[in-house]
């Protein structure tokens, strides 16, 4: 029977959490095909969001609930997971957010697939809220032009306004008369220079390897940090269309004001652009 563990961050959004952990209890084959263990870090400031995720993970006995010192964030907080378990004991090692909803055979079919030995990530199909598959990120390694569009955004937070307005117009337009050519063309297995953030699929071998994920900021950029993370270590990250994932997208940030976001993304942004 294959051993699975997933590692999520609860930042003050225990109902997040709570879902996610139902929808993991609910999964096809858990038992047969499987063992299926959860560690939650908790970077809460909300003492009260803290008491009622500690007591719900008390109920399921493969729940782990390790309580932070602070917010460390995101990354850093899943190495506290990464660091407390010995990554060669499982199968599979799935780091995420907690606004994860996971489709009922995600861990079954992940049983069932042969995984080539350099193949460090499998980044899932993650549907947002209005539908959007947000893998794969970037499916080659990013040009000049986007670098240069990606700095003209982190230059000024009103810019970044007017580009993230236009890019939403651009994205209900195409949707509007169903353009979806995109979409269909890029929904195949195959190898992939990042994947998003919020879930990744990691080698055992990788994370034994490399020990913790490197992340210099606080927040945002954790994808351009593992992907050349990865690369760095001759491995790979592949798209598989197969796996479902469903995403209450930046359940955490979203009680963050927008310009605090901001800040944290420009720092992130400018830090780790030498890693694109």
């Known amino acids: 029977m ?9 930042f003050n959004n225990y109902q997040y959490t709570e879902k996610f952990i139902i929808s993991l209890s609910q999964q096809a084959s858990i038992g047969i095909k499987f063992e299926l263990q959860i560690i939650v ?18 109920i399921f006995k493969w729940i782990s609930y390790i309580k932070s010192d ?16 010995y990554p060669l004991t499982y199968d599979h090692v799935i780091i995420c957010n907690n606004d994860l909803v996971f489709d009922s055979m995600f861990c079954s ?6 995984i080539d030995k350099n193949i460090f990530a499998l980044c899932p199909d993650i549907i947002s809220r209005d539908g959007l ?3 794969p990120l970037l499916i080659r390694r990013p040009s000049l032009l986007f ?16 580009s993230s307005f236009f890019k939403k117009v651009v994205l209900k337009t195409a949707r509007l008369f169903g353009s979806n050519a995109s979409t269909e063309l890029i929904l195949i297995t195959q190898e992939i220079h990042s994947g ?5 699929i990691l080698s055992p071998i990788f994370l034994d390897s490399v020990k913790t994920l490197y992340y210099p900021s606080f927040l945002f950029s954790e994808e351009t940090c593992l992907s050349a993370q990865i690369h760095l270590n001759k491995g790979i990250l592949m798209f598989v269309p197969q796996l479902k994932v469903f995403h209450d997208e930046s359940a955490s940030l979203s009680k963050m004001p927008s310009k605090i976001k901001y800040g944290y993304g420009k720092n992130s942004h400018w830090l780790l652009r030498h890693l694109m």
Request: net charge positive; hydrophobic share 40%.
């Open 196 to 200: 998003l953030g919020a879930c990744y």
């Open 133 to 135: 598959h947000q893998n």
């Open 70 to 85: 602070s917010n460390l964030g995101y990354f850093h907080g899943l190495n506290i997971g990464i660091q407390s378990i």
């Open 2 to 10: 294959k051993k699975i563990i997933f590692i999520c961050v609860n």
């Open 147 to 162: 670098k240069l569009k990606m700095d003209f955004y982190f230059s000024n937070y009103y810019f970044a306004l007017i």
């Open 109 to 114: 079919l992940l049983c069932d697939l042969s």
């Open 41 to 58: 870090i908790d970077n809460s400031t909300d003492v009260l969001d803290s008491v009622r995720i500690r007591k719900f993970c008390s």
